[in-house]
């Protein structure tokens, strides 16, 4: 997206995301900005500029909205008004982890759902699911990132996270939709989330140690 805006404004052109993914997610209505300088897009040109960037950028990413950021916003989780900024600004994140309990998964769909083969407790599922909600410390449930900045960087922000809601939708023919409301994650923080939960839902895990591991009885 850089080297397609760069091209496309001719100006060096960096992009500022609303969060990072773990490698093999995909991010659905990804908020970004990135700022011109010393040019502008006229506002009726803005849906023909967002077309050319399309037929520029490879299949797998694509712009689907692009406007003129509001110059002053209010942000309430710090009661200032500032600039509006594709990460301080965001609202909130939704995390959506899909997953085909059964035999045969659809091969079409190998790329977008995790296939857990094993014997799952549904009752369970949503038992481990719902003990998610609310404000923990996640230390049991994050991964040290390998770059001693970012290692940093996570540990002076502290390990406690507060997920607003947690959904587990059953959408039929084995599959299941487990979506998670919240205001920022750890590093794989929710991949683990899930790992953990499927292993209550299958036996392997009881749902003691769960508890034990979100009031931080256990690392």
């Known amino acids: 997206l850089e080297t397609v805006l760069t091209r496309k404004l001719q100006q060096p052109t960096r992009v500022v995301g609303a969060g990072r993914t773990d490698a093999g997610v995909h991010a659905r209505g990804q908020g970004m900005h990135f700022d011109v300088i010393n040019k502008t897009i006229p506002p009726e040109r803005i849906h023909i500029t967002m077309h050319q960037l ?3 950028l490879p299949p797998d990413v694509k712009v689907r909205d692009l406007e003129e950021a509001s110059e002053r916003q209010f942000v309430s989780r710090t009661n200032e008004t500032k600039p509006w900024h594709a990460m301080f600004s965001a609202r909130g994140k939704l995390y959506s982890y899909r997953i085909f309990i059964g035999t045969t998964p659809d091969p079409l769909q190998r790329f977008n ?7 799952v407790n549904v009752s369970a599922l949503y038992t481990a699911a719902a003990m998610f909600e609310g404000r923990h410390d996640f230390a049991a449930f994050t991964n040290n990132p390998r770059d001693k900045v970012k ?35 750890l590093y794989k923080m929710v991949r683990n989330i899930v790992g953990a939960i499927l292993a209550v839902a299958h036996g392997k895990m009881p749902i003691e140690t769960l508890e034990q591991l979100l009031d931080g009885r256990m690392t």
Do not use: M, P, S, W
């Open 54 to 56: 399309n037929n520029i």
């Open 151 to 185: 290692a940093e960087i996570l540990e002076k922000a502290g390990r406690v996270r507060n997920i607003r809601k947690v959904e587990v939708i059953d959408q039929g023919d084995e599959r299941y939709c487990l979506n998670f409301y919240l205001d920022g994650a």
């Open 113 to 119: 759902c995790y296939h857990e083969y094993r014997t």
